[in-house]
């Protein structure tokens, strides 16, 4: 019996296990590398929570964007008195916001700013006209 066919078929399997075992240890010596990267960035960052909570926790407090109602004009309003450098009206806030000058507009945008008044967000320095509170 020649058993020299079955010798080649097992050194090509064995070729091939070695091949499969090789390419496996590089894909480990991979995935550890990207693992020891994936953690230190995870430690970066849990570092930088730290950081930033801590730092925070130093600044005055301000409403969070989540207290405000729900209106997409609430945040542009908002950016607007962040950038005024003196007491807005609601014709002013509404003529900023793209909305059309009639009256139904700008008493709408008159209630939002007065709402934020009673949030505590902005003050009404005189009659009709408002600032950021500081």
Request: hydrophobic share 40%; glycine share 2%; net charge negative.
């Amino acid at each position: 019996m020649n058993i020299q066919p079955l010798l080649d078929a097992l050194g090509i399997q064995e070729d091939a296990a070695l091949a499969l075992a090789d390419d496996l240890r590089a894909q480990i010596t991979d995935l550890q590398t990207r693992l020891r990267e994936a953690e230190t960035h995870l430690e970066h960052l849990v570092i930088t929570r730290k950081t930033v909570t801590a730092l925070s926790e130093r600044l005055p407090a301000h409403p969070a964007p989540t207290d405000l109602p729900e209106h997409p004009d609430y945040p542009h309003i908002l950016a607007l008195f962040n950038e005024a450098t003196s007491p807005l009206r609601a014709r002013d806030v509404c003529e900023a916001l793209d909305h059309e000058l009639l009256p139904k507009n700008i008493e709408g945008t008159r209630a939002k700013l007065k709402r934020l008044v009673k949030l505590g967000i902005l003050t009404e320095v005189d009659a009709g006209s408002f600032t950021r509170k500081q």
